[in-house]
């Protein structure tokens, strides 16, 4: 049987129950178009994303000597000179500055996202090794790791002034690390750190909203049974409340609370997670090492199970830090490498959290002339991202064969919508709604026939 005579069939018997021939046209297929690039870089270590020039920042780690800029769609920009063995990069929250460990080098430098330069470069002492930094609270924090200055977490304050000194501090948290602490931070005074070469691997909660450290909770990562290991990246939610995880083990992304570090959910994405990205709605996007299938794993906020997932390189690696995404999720940016962190590829998704939607419309099968026709109808998809969308709706009749626009509706918060309209005439009138897609939905449409008259 042809897909034209299933349809036919379904309107016939929504007439004979009564209702009007319903048709749910093809929703779009909610797989995000992808593009790869091989980057200019012998290996990969850290990215940041620049929403404001819609640039991306990826450094080379050890041996490298800059920061590789591209745009949105993997072309290089430009390459920022003298950024010797970079490694950890952060923005700061008014989108100025990309700050970067320089490790070996022992400095911090700040380079303006306007001009594409270094516009300060800070000492951080003989030895330090910063590898990772956060700005959070006015200040920039690093994590460091060195023979010279042993392990820990130092902030710099930068200069009030172009003839004062900037303030650089070591040991600001007043405790030590074994290696150099991999950062996560808030603008408002949250900072997380946690220890990436450690088994069980070890996290760190501090408040500095005050510009000064206080520690929340030190733990290490043992659940009953179950110990993480290998740390690979971290992010703390937009509300400040959690901090998910990428540990090569257990094989989930696991959460545990800023305020004391105890447990509150994972996400079950698959074998050695290794990095995260968090959109500004708190769409989680888990990276994993999964060398053979999906790596990329998409979750709704809260929900463990994946709204939908990706391969960026099937046999490749996706390496700690290596996923990037617009805050408004509409793309995603992830990194695969071989097996020693070199040949770095970029992979770019386009409305990557974007699932398919489900549209449905009835209504009366016939109707007296003059008389009001009312349609329910409902848009679906994966919680929470049913309700409040728009729908748009157009009535097809005799008089206006090309269609006339009624008033969009919204949806409630399941997903359901009506639809009241008094078409003039006899005649079949046939009413399409369609959804026009979004972040979390693809756009779908649906129809319903009405008889007007005997």
């Not at 516009?119 to 910063?130: E, F, I, K, N, V």
């Not at 959070?136 to 009030?160: L, N, T, V």
């Not at 740390?231 to 609370?257: E, M, N, S």
């Not at 026709?373 to 709706?393: C, E, I, K, N």
Request: negative net charge; contains cysteine.
């Amino acid at each position: 049987m042809t897909k034209k005579k299933l349809i036919s069939q379904a309107a016939a018997t929504a007439i004979a129950a009564g209702l009007a021939s319903a048709v749910v046209l093809p929703a779009a297929q909610a797989e995000a178009a992808s593009t790869s690039v091989p980057l200019p870089l012998a290996q990969y270590a850290h990215m940041v994303l620049d929403p404001t020039h819609q640039h991306l920042f990826i450094s080379g780690g050890a041996g490298s000597t800059g920061i590789l800029v591209t745009d949105y769609a993997g072309q290089t920009v430009a390459t920022i000179p003298d950024e010797t063995n970079a490694n950890g990069l952060a923005l700061s929250p008014d989108g100025s500055t990309v700050y970067a460990a320089l490790g070996s080098t022992d400095a911090v430098s700040a380079i303006s996202t306007g001009t594409l330069t270094e516009t300060a470069r800070y000492d951080t002492g003989s030895g330090a090794d910063p590898e990772s930094v956060a700005w959070s609270a006015g200040k920039i924090w690093f994590g460091y790791s060195g023979a010279a200055a042993s392990s820990g977490i130092g902030s710099i304050e930068p200069a009030a002034s172009a003839t004062s000194p900037a303030v650089v501090t070591l040991k600001a948290t007043g405790d030590t690390w074994y290696g150099a602490p991999l950062l996560a931070a808030t603008a408002g005074g949250e900072l997380i750190a946690g220890e990436p070469g450690q088994s069980p691997a070890e996290l760190g909660s501090y408040d500095v909203s005050s510009g000064t450290a206080q520690l929340l909770s030190r733990r290490l990562l043992i659940d009953g049974s179950q110990v993480s290991s290998t740390l690979g990246d971290l992010a703390i939610t937009p509300d400040g409340k959690d901090v998910v995880t990428a540990c090569g083990a257990p094989y989930q992304h696991q959460v545990f609370k800023v305020a004391d570090l105890t447990p509150d959910g994972h996400y079950n994405s698959t074998d050695y997670p290794s990095s995260v990205a968090l959109s500004a709605d708190g769409t989680v996007f888990a990276g994993s090492n999964d060398y053979y299938g999906d790596s990329v794993f998409v979750f709704a906020p809260g929900n463990p199970n994946s709204l939908t997932s990706f391969t960026p390189g099937l046999d490749t690696w996706q390496p700690p830090a290596g996923l990037a995404v617009t805050p408004d999720g509409a793309e995603l940016f992830a990194i695969s490498t071989d097996d020693y962190l070199g040949s770095p590829t970029l992979h770019i998704y386009q409305n990557p959290a974007q699932t398919a939607a489900g549209l449905t419309l009835t209504g009366p099968a016939r109707v007296q002339p003059h008389a009001a026709v009312t349609l329910s109808g409902s848009l679906s998809g994966p919680a929470p991202y049913t309700g409040g969308q728009t729908v748009h709706v157009t009535r097809f009749d005799p008089a206006h064969p090309a269609g006339v626009a009624l008033p969009a509706v919204t949806t409630a918060a399941d997903g359901s919508f009506s639809v009241t309209d008094t078409p003039r005439g006899i005649g079949t009138v046939t009413y399409q709604v369609s959804y026009d897609g979004g972040v979390h939905l693809a756009s779908a449409g649906a129809t319903a026939t009405v008889q007007i008259g005997n």
